[in-house]
């Protein structure tokens, strides 16, 4: 039976394309800085896609020791880096928590693909070498929950860790699971998010081959463009976001800083299609109108939206007929964007990192913006907030994650009170 206890964000942490930290990733959001640009950590000239939003600057060391950083794959190094300045921003030293508190902290990170540079790298010796010359390393370097695993062992938290895995949905269920575990008292805090790491010649060759990804060579810095009429897919992303969940009375008593409350939750499947989403975004109303039933409010509260927006030509267009159907009148009045159009897409970590965006919309009362934007969509006619950051109070924000294989999640942040 649900306790219904009241669930608060006390930590935040991101690793972004445009930002290895909270700070400088809502700055450059305020500017408007796109994070895409030609690829420069592998050779692309056999891709139809050259570009991508490349995690830049990050170095494994400043989290972990070389060795350490040698026997994991790249989400992995992001999920620990995430899973420190998470700790830290928190307030929260493992190293002073008594054995019963380490047993009531969890860990519910995933990612979508997980280590698949690891996998390939491992597949071309077993060709080339033979299978004894597989790194004993490799199986868990690469499974996606691995990282959660590591999280865990890193710091002693005893509840459950593990992944959920739903593609480009998989951060907002991981906070989505968090949330339930908190609610029924399972736990009293949780690290929660994604991390991914497909910026490689197999992962930018995969989404080729599935005509998703923009082919904008030769204005890489322009290429996300959601909701923009001359949107030709989106750009690959890499890096990581968490959030420190905690029960409100645990918070109090420590007290600690409190960002905003989780206060709504919401899941659905658009039973349609392994990659296009459903034509009139039937899965995506059912999530947000279920998230609202969650949380206990109305459409007409919500002030804000940060959509999945990934800058495909099906899917922005069923987001926003969804959007029109659940909201109605109010549609026109909330603002929505999509800041993938700076981070790109981040698979696994995009929830995770664009509900630290909504968070943030919430304690600076700014929304940012859909960058790029050019030419009008007839079929996009809402409130995207293109181009320029705005001001306006956010006391609610609903962040929108969805994936392929008909997976759609929606979360809801409101601004702290008693």
Same mark, same amino acid.
């Given at each position: 039976m649900l306790k219904n206890k009241r669930v608060?964000?006390?930590?935040?942490?991101?690793?972004?394309?445009?930002?290895?930290?909270?700070?400088?990733?809502?700055n450059s959001m305020m500017e408007g800085k796109s994070g895409s640009a030609v690829i420069t950590s592998f050779d692309t000239s056999r891709l139809d896609t050259k570009f991508a939003c490349e995690l830049k600057g990050f170095q494994a060391t400043n989290y972990m020791n070389k060795k350490t950083a040698h026997r994991l794959d790249k989400f992995s190094q992001y999920a620990l880096a995430v899973a420190k300045d998470v700790l830290q921003d928190a307030a929260i030293n493992p190293e002073n928590l008594s054995e019963d508190e380490k047993n009531n902290i969890g860990v519910i990170f995933g990612s979508g693909i997980g280590g698949i540079q690891t996998f390939y790298n491992q597949a071309v010796i077993n060709h080339t070498q033979g299978p004894d010359r597989i790194s004993p390393f490799f199986i868990p370097m690469m499974i996606p929950d691995i990282a959660a695993g590591q999280v865990s062992i890193q710091y002693g938290f005893r509840c459950p860790n593990y992944c959920a895995v739903s593609a480009c949905a998989t951060a907002n269920n991981c906070i989505i699971d968090s949330y339930l575990m908190i609610r029924n008292g399972m736990a009293t805090a949780m690290l929660c998010g994604?991390?991914?790491?497909?910026?490689?010649?197999?992962?930018?060759?995969?989404?080729?081959?599935?005509?998703?990804?923009?082919?904008?060579?030769?204005?890489?810095?322009?290429?996300?463009?959601?909701?923009?009429?001359?949107? @030709?897919?989106?750009?690959?992303?890499?890096?990581?976001?968490?959030?420190?969940?905690?029960?409100?009375?645990?918070?109090?008593?420590?007290?600690?800083?409190?960002?905003a409350e989780l206060i709504g939750v919401g899941l659905s499947a658009d039973a349609y299609h392994i990659t296009a989403p459903e034509p009139e975004g039937k899965g995506a109303k059912l999530a947000m109108a279920r998230a609202m039933k969650n949380a206990e409010i109305n459409p007409e509260q919500i002030d804000y939206i940060n959509v999945h927006g990934?800058?495909?030509?099906?899917? @922005?267009?069923?987001?926003?007929?969804?959007?029109?159907v659940i909201f109605g009148e109010h549609a026109y009045k909330l603002n929505i964007s999509s800041t993938k159009s700076m981070t790109g897409h981040l698979l696994g970590a995009a929830g995770a990192v664009e509900a630290i965006a909504s968070i943030l919309a919430t304690v600076n009362d700014i929304i940012p913006p859909t960058i790029n934007f050019e030419t009008p969509d007839p079929q996009c006619d809402l409130n995207y907030t293109f181009n320029k950051p705005q001001k306006r109070t956010v006391?609610?924000?609903?962040?929108?994650?969805?994936?392929?294989?008909?997976?759609?999640?929606?979360?809801?942040?409101?601004?702290?009170?008693?």
């Open positions: 608060v964000v006390t930590g935040m942490a991101a690793l972004t394309p445009i930002g290895l930290n909270i700070n400088d990733f809502w994604g991390g991914e790491a497909s910026v490689c010649e197999i992962g930018i060759g995969g989404f080729n081959a599935s005509k998703a990804l923009s082919t904008r060579n030769d204005s890489p810095e322009t290429a996300s463009r959601p909701f923009d009429k001359n949107r @030709d897919g989106f750009v690959m992303g890499e890096g990581a976001g968490m959030l420190y969940l905690e029960d409100l009375e645990s918070a109090k008593a420590r007290g600690a800083r409190i960002y990934t800058s495909t030509g099906l899917g @922005d267009i069923a987001e926003t007929n969804a959007i029109k006391n609610i924000a609903m962040s929108n994650a969805f994936g392929f294989g008909g997976h759609n999640t929606s979360v809801i942040f409101k601004k702290f009170s008693e």
